[in-house]
Nanobody, 118 residues
Framework: QGQLVESGGALVQPGGSLRLSCAAS????????MKWYRQAPGKDREWVAS????????QYTDSVAGRFTISRDNGKKMVYLQMRSLKPEDTAVYYC???????????WGQGTQVTVSS
C-alpha cells in the first residue's frame, strides 16, 4: 500500500524560510511525477509546484515562482519544497501528491500546516 507522509510545517514569520519534506513508500517512486498542493482556509486546494519523475523542468504556480523550489531524491524516495520569502498568503495546509507517469494509483499525503504570521 503506497503512502506519502509530509513533514516540516510550522509557524514562521513573514520573510522567513521553511522546507517541507514528503516521504514516499510502497510504490515505485521513480515512475511518479510529484506535486505540491496547498489549501488555505475557506479556499479550494490549489496546485503549487510539480517535478517530473526525471527531476528536470520543475514548474510553479505564478504566486510562488522565484520563491519556492521543488526537488526530489529518487534514491531516498523523498520530495522537498523549499520555501523562501514567505508571505501571510502562503498560509495553508500543504499536501504532497504523486501521479503515475504511465499507469497506477495516485497518492496524497495527509498534509502539513504552514502558518506565516508575525
Amino acid at each position: 500500500q503506497g503512502q506519502l507522509v509530509e513533514s516540516g510545517g510550522a509557524l514562521v514569520q513573514p520573510g522567513g524560510s521553511l522546507r517541507l519534506s514528503c516521504a514516499a513508500s510502497g510504490f515505485d517512486f521513480g515512475y511518479y511525477d510529484m506535486k505540491w498542493y496547498r489549501q488555505a482556509p475557506g479556499k479550494d486546494r490549489e496546485w503549487v509546484a510539480s517535478i517530473p519523475s526525471t527531476g528536470d523542468s520543475p514548474q510553479y504556480t505564478d504566486s510562488v515562482a522565484g520563491r519556492f523550489t521543488i526537488s526530489r531524491d529518487n534514491g531516498k524516495k523523498m520530495v522537498y519544497l523549499q520555501m523562501r520569502s514567505l508571505k501571510p498568503e502562503d498560509t495553508a495546509v500543504y499536501y504532497c501528491n504523486g501521479e503515475p507517469r504511465f499507469w497506477g494509483t495516485s497518492y496524497w499525503g495527509q498534509g502539513t500546516q504552514v502558518t506565516v504570521s508575525s
